[in-house]
């Protein structure tokens, strides 16, 4: 079993459709992170929560520490947020490079 | 400020050959750090360079080695190709205790 689990793996919404993405792990973490990448394979980080919910934009990222789970939420989707969201975690020891990541969730927001 | 940047983009090699690749992290980062993404697969971290210094190491054979720069740019190297080597490869800076990292878009690695 993985230690970061994602889902679901793929994902195909109406523009305007609210979407949410769902990470869980099994390790103890220091932070956890959401990241974006696109087809071209550039990575770009949109959150990094320890605790509670963070919002930016359209997007909101959430995460239960007790439960050890965590959600992206995109709201009013737009054709551009298609790509594929990773959920990663940085375990609590180590090195901060040392991140776990999950699969990931290929988004398509069609038009 | 200049972000993370790779090369080369795209690379084709041929099974026991070696590669060099290469990272220039953004400005003011200190920290380097390699992952290897296999087709449909999430990215794997290889090793974390600090000050010239590995920093960490994932779970990777010796043949894949690392070198951090003064400037504190950094290469991978892979010897003895393999087939299972095909991959995009990720570098990512950051400064030392601060997060996030920032991602270069990659170099994709085919091997034949």
């Known amino acids: 079993k993985n230690e970061v689990e994602q889902s679901p793996q793929n994902l195909t919404a109406q523009e305007g459709e609210f979407i949410t993405i769902n990470c869980s792990y099994s390790?103890?973490?220091?932070?956890l992170h959401w990241l974006q990448q696109h087809p071209g394979g550039g990575i770009v980080s949109l959150f990094m929560?320890?605790?509670g919910k963070k919002k930016h934009g359209r997007l909101i990222a959430t995460i239960n520490i007790q439960e050890k789970h965590s959600s992206l939420h995109i709201t009013a989707s737009h054709p551009r947020d298609s790509a594929v969201y990773i959920c990663a975690v940085r375990s609590g020891g180590g090195s901060q490079g040392n991140l776990i990541f999950g699969k990931g969730t290929k988004l398509s927001v069609k038009p | 400020e200049t972000g993370v940047t790779q090369s080369p983009t795209h690379l084709i090699k041929t099974r026991g050959q070696q590669v060099t690749l290469r990272c220039s992290s953004q400005?003011?980062?200190?920290?380097v750090s390699w992952y290897q993404q296999a087709l449909g697969q999430g990215p794997q971290f290889i090793f974390q360079?600090?000050?010239?210094?590995?920093?960490g190491r994932g779970n990777f054979p010796p043949r894949f080695s690392g070198l951090q720069f003064p400037n504190y740019s950094s290469e991978l190297n892979v010897n003895a190709l393999e087939l299972d080597d095909s991959a995009l490869y990720l570098c990512?800076?950051?400064?030392?205790?601060?997060?996030?990292?920032?991602f270069g878009d990659g170099t994709r690695l085919s091997i034949l």
């Open positions: 360079y600090y000050r010239e210094e590995e920093n």
């Open positions: 400005s003011g980062h200190n920290t």
């Open positions: 929560l320890s605790s």
């Open positions: 390790v103890g973490i220091s932070a």
């Open positions: 990512a800076s950051s400064l030392a205790g601060h997060q996030p990292q920032h």
